[in-house]
């Protein structure tokens, strides 16, 4: 700045011109007006030759660029340059000034001061100002050497001319300092324009405060134009200079003056084009009475504020929730409470386990009956299972005569071709290959029966039977078809082939009753957003020569297509396996109508890899190696077995055996793994419905007898046990409790929250030490927590003082997992009877990885009875009800809680077919804790039903109620509860009866429940269920009290009802072979 005041003005003009005007070419922050908006007059200017420039005068040296804004009012601009300010500071017009010999017009800043830069004279540069002036007066430096002090009008900048391609003002012939002049000016001229589109109303006339330079081609003078002056404004003291706004965007031809925002006419701009705008707030609208709503003020620059997200009422509990709100797919599940877990072995001439080695992905696999085809590559072993599982033919090209007329031999696909006779229904294999050649193989002498080299030009990948007739498929959509003559059979030498074709890269493709199905998978290549009910499914009719293709959708998006099949049970329905775990069910109508979508059915959280219909159950492999069996007769769907097939690795493939039903007179189903292993099952399920009759009948063969439990349980809030005193509710409550059963056997407490979960430092001390809180004799350990410590040792005191003296009772387990605590007493004369005692803990908290929800799991066995407790604290929040259920059902379901029990005689101590590993494989469970399920009330109605005694209107709006009664696939709809009969436990002010008046003010709920669960609901009595008004917590304590009959079995008396209902079973079997065998072969056979 100082260098730009020592600067010597340049040499007085010898002729009049005028500078070029910036053209919106210039720069790119100026906006266009449009045509019908007149420039404003120009003045008088004289044009001289351009070439009468002095060379110094182009060659001058750009001013340094201005330093950024500062924020100042104009008040304190004015005193620190001793300048009286009557509004906000802006340059002020230019005179005209001739510079000799240059042939253009000079401007020289004449604003008194800039608001960042102080003041400026006359030689500080030459450039396009912006012509915002308000002052009424200024002093002007020299012209020709003399000072002038002159009063200048306001003044207004002329309009931009909107046609940008004729116009002749192009600044490429100007010095890069001249274009960088150029363009700051050009935005000060659009900024003004704007003010002065904002307010014409007043005619007054305005006069162009840039000089143009005009030459020859410039465009004749417009009329003038009249604008209103801009009021005076006197800033207040508190005004401040607010940022620049941002340029604006170029107009377009759709674009009016109307629609581009008016700036404020009460605009700072400096020399350099940036301007704040001083705006006050316009008058809020208000609405009635009410005031209007709350705004925001954002500044440019300033980080936006986080999203405002809905608090729901009654939200949040006595300890902290889970922010993640998991997306539960098993609310629509089948009901898997009662599955057996089972595996059902095929328990006849041969072993489900077999030593027959399936490469994975490269072996194809044909069944019929005992008779075994394995192929891999150019080998095929030909296995008799009557005899071993070693193969009887081990054949390559060699053996079969095909090494001189083919490089390499890789069979692709098998099939039995259809029987002449029931007794050669196993003689001839159809086999494709790679190169296209079909083959036929005598499987009993191991030769070559007949061939068709390169009956395909592409690999075959499909081979069909059905009925008399015979189909191969290769990639490329070509369809083989071989029907035999009436009376005859199909033969690969003499019957003749039919020609089908078919869309090609299908990967599911079936025979489906009596036409073919397809469907491939779906390309990501279509247009983003397009909607779509995909897969495509094709329906061919190949085996009839004037059908015709079909092409159908499901009623809504669906995975790709991975299996299909029909059930006996119903003949007109076809089922298809989707990827995702959906199940969708088609009727498929005579004719040619197109087969219609009924239903879609969610069975699995992952894909349906294979599915096959077997009697009246629909079987379903999945990718951690189960396979689950359906009765789709009920809604929901009841997952009636569940097993594991192949180790943790995908099922394959899923068939049914249809020529096994003719040979063996049994249903038998194979299954094929990644784990490269063949396994055979019962698809009857026989020892499952042996095992119902068994359990119809086990009073014949077993002997009960009554056991009391008490179960207590209770959210402490942290609360210390010296803190039950004062009232005589507090006082009286353990004795009060216990006294509650007459004499019970097994006493269990369940206690929640028992330490401060938010408090980090006890929550780390609690997973630190809560591996060793259990001595040898199940007592608690020293090491843990002084709280569990507390606790442990007042329950005891209590029991023994509470109980006879002549009956003690035991601590046969206890366990703690972050703030749950579970302690459970045996009489010493039960005892002895207990066997295959366990606990564990089962975490819940963030993602499984942290204890502060969960449960508790301990189990054990009385004479012949299994007996689960559980106790938990499940997910909290009013509107976190699929959380809980989620939590329930990954404690009932975790397939290894226990480890695997091994017992004599059938393991009768379960049920379902478990070994004791999972929760539900027990006869007895019960499940106690702080759920957490609330009302879907309001609080005000909810605090007034419990005013007036109207608990049948809140049970309503029970939360676990309704689940119970509506969600289909909830894990504790098996479950029983009692009577609720007290009000709702939670949350109350501590050491008070008020329900909570803090500022979340939640809704009262009934948190604390206890349920249980039997398959005979005459074993289990309920003796009460109740609630205890102790306030030292903001939950009260809650009992029940249970009569249990446990069995002891007579293994002999057992053992001769099991050959009763296996002789039964005998006669079941052939009732559902002859079923089955109708329904095969109207079908395939």
């Not at 999203?307 to 509990?317: E, K």
Request: net charge neutral; aromatic share 6%; charged share 25%.
């Amino acid at each position: 700045m100082k260098a730009g005041i020592r600067r010597p003005a340049p040499p007085p003009p010898s002729h009049r011109a005028a500078s070029p005007s910036p053209h919106p070419s210039s720069s790119p922050l100026i906006r266009p007006v449009p045509d019908s908006i007149q420039p404003a007059l120009l003045p008088e200017v004289n044009v001289v030759d351009e070439r009468s420039l002095s060379k110094p005068a182009l060659q001058r040296k750009p001013p340094p660029p201005p330093p950024p804004l500062q924020r100042r009012s104009a008040e304190g601009l004015s005193n620190k340059f001793q300048t009286s300010v009557a509004s906000p500071v802006v340059p002020s017009a230019m005179p005209v000034v001739d510079e000799p010999n240059t042939g253009r017009l000079s401007l020289n800043s004449l604003s008194p001061f800039e608001p960042s830069r102080g003041p400026v004279t006359h030689a500080t540069r030459s450039s396009f100002l912006s012509p915002e002036a308000i002052h009424d007066t200024a002093t002007h430096p020299a012209i020709n050497g003399q000072l002038i002090n002159q009063t200048l009008p306001i003044i207004r900048p002329p309009a931009l001319p909107t046609r940008r391609n004729v116009s002749p003002f192009d600044d490429a012939h100007l010095a890069p300092h001249e274009k960088q002049s150029s363009s700051t000016e050009s935005y000060s001229s659009s900024q003004s324009t704007s003010d002065n589109e904002s307010n014409s109303t007043d005619p007054s006339p305005v006069a162009s405060s840039s000089s143009l330079s005009v030459n020859s081609r410039l465009p004749p003078k417009p009329p003038p134009r009249h604008h209103a002056s801009l009021p005076q404004h006197q800033p207040s003291p508190q005004s401040s200079v607010s940022p620049p706004p941002l340029p604006a965007r170029k107009a377009t031809a759709e674009q009016t003056p109307s629609r581009r925002p008016n700036p404020s006419p009460d605009a700072v701009s400096t020399a350099s084009g940036l301007t704040a705008s001083l705006v006050s707030p316009p008058e809020r609208k208000t609405f009635g009475s009410l005031p209007p709503p709350p705004t925001r003020t954002i500044a440019l620059g300033d980080k936006l504020p986080p999203p405002r997200r809905p608090v729901a009422s009654g939200s949040g509990s006595s300890s902290e929730s889970e922010d993640e709100e998991l997306k539960l797919k098993q609310d629509l599940l089948p009901d898997s409470s009662r599955s057996s877990r089972r595996p059902p072995v095929f328990q006849g001439h041969f072993s489900t386990e077999l030593n027959i080695h399936i490469p994975t992905y490269a072996a194809i696999v044909a069944v019929s009956g005992n008779i075994v085809a394995v192929a891999a590559h150019h080998r095929l072993k030909i296995y008799d299972l009557t005899e071993s599982d070693i193969p009887v033919h081990d054949l390559d090209a060699r053996d079969i005569g095909l090494e001189m007329k083919s490089k390499e031999l890789r069979i692709t696909a098998m099939e039995f071709r259809p029987p002449e006779k029931d007794f050669h229904s196993a003689r001839y294999l159809w086999a494709g290959t790679k190169e296209g050649h079909l083959l036929e193989i005598d499987v009993q002498s191991g030769s070559l029966a007949g061939m068709k080299l390169v009956a395909h030009a592409h690999q075959i990948t499909h081979m069909f039977r059905y009925k008399r007739s015979m189909a191969s498929m290769d990639n490329a959509g070509k369809v083989l078809v071989f029907t035999a003559d009436s009376g005859g059979s199909v033969s690969l030498a003499y019957t003749q082939s039919r020609v089908v074709r078919i869309a090609d890269k299908q990967e599911f493709v079936k025979v489906l009753a009596g036409q073919l199905w397809t469907s491939a998978r779906e390309s990501n290549n279509g247009p983003v957003g397009a909607a779509s009910r995909g897969p495509v499914v094709r329906i061919y009719d190949i085996f009839s020569p004037a059908g015709i293709g079909k092409s159908v959708l499901p009623t809504e998006h669906l995975g790709t297509v991975t299996s299909g099949t029909m059930l006996a049970s119903q003949p007109g329905v076809v089922f298809l396996g989707h990827e995702g775990g959906h199940v969708s069910i088609w009727s498929v109508p005579a004719g040619d109508a197109l087969p219609q979508c009924e239903e879609i059915i969610k069975v699995s959280t992952s894909d349906i890899l294979c599915l096959e219909g077997v009697n009246d159950r629909l079987w379903a492999g999945g990718r951690q190696g189960m396979i689950a069996a359906y009765d789709i007769v009920p809604r929901p769907w009841i997952m009636t077995n569940s097993w594991r097939a192949h180790e943790k690795l995908p099922v394959l493939s899923l068939v049914v055996d249809t020529y096994g039903i003719e040979r063996m007179d049994r249903l038998c189903v194979y299954s094929i793994g990644r784990d490269e292993r063949l396994r055979f099952w019962d698809g009857f399920l026989a020892l499952d419905w042996i095992d119902q009759e068994l359990l119809r009948r086990d009073k014949e063969f077993s002997s009960f007898r009554d056991m009391n439990v008490l179960i207590v349980s209770w959210n402490l809030d942290s609360s210390k046990p010296e803190a039950l005193s004062g009232t005589p509710e507090n006082v009286n409550f353990l004795s009060d409790a216990l006294h509650s059963v007459d004499s019970p056997d097994m006493i269990v407490f369940g206690l929640q929250e028992l330490i401060d979960l938010e408090s980090r430092k006890m929550a780390a001390k609690t997973v630190l030490l809560g591996a060793k809180n259990k001595n040898a004799d199940g007592s608690i350990s020293q090491r843990v927590s002084t709280a569990y410590k507390k606790w442990f040792d007042r329950l005891v005191q209590a029991v023994r003082l509470a109980m006879p003296a002549d009956t003690p009772y035991t601590v046969i387990h206890t366990e703690s997992l972050v703030g749950l605590f579970s302690c459970i007493f045996v009489k010493n004369t039960e005892k002895i009877s207990l066997k295959q005692t366990a606990i564990t803990t089962i975490k819940r908290g963030m993602g499984g990885r942290y204890g502060n929800k969960g449960g508790i799991v301990c189990r054990f066995i009385v004479d012949d009875s299994s007996i689960c407790l559980i106790n938990c604290h499940l997910a909290a929040g009013q509107n976190h009800a699929r959380q809980r259920n989620a939590d329930i059902a990954a404690i009932l379901e975790d397939k290894s809680v226990f480890p695997e029990t091994i017992m004599d005689h059938d393991m009768v101590a379960y049920v379902n077919g478990g070994d004791g590993s999972m929760v539900l494989d027990h006869e007895l469970v019960f499940i106690n804790g702080d759920m957490n399920y609330r009302i879907d009330l309001r609080r005000d109605a909810i605090i007034a039903d419990i005013k007036t005694g109207n608990v049948s209107h809140l049970l309503s709006q029970d939360q676990l109620l309704k689940e119970m009664a509506n969600n289909r696939g909830f894990r504790l709809r098996s479950f029983t509860e009692g009577k609720i009969t007290f009000s709702p436990t939670y949350k109350y002010d501590r050491f008070s009866n008020e329900y909570d008046t803090s500022e979340k003010r939640r809704a009262p709920a009934w948190c604390d429940r206890i349920l249980w669960r039997c398959n005979d609901k005459d074993r289990v009595e309920q003796l009460h269920y109740r609630r205890y008004e102790v306030n030292v917590s903001d939950h009260r304590p809650i009992s029940g009290g249970f009569r249990i009959r446990v069995k002891s079995v007579r293994h002999d008396a057992r053992e001769r009802i099991k050959a009763e209902v296996q002789g039964l079973w005998m006669g079941r079997e052939k009732e559902l072979l002859a079923t089955a065998r109708r329904f095969y072969i109207e079908h395939i056979l």
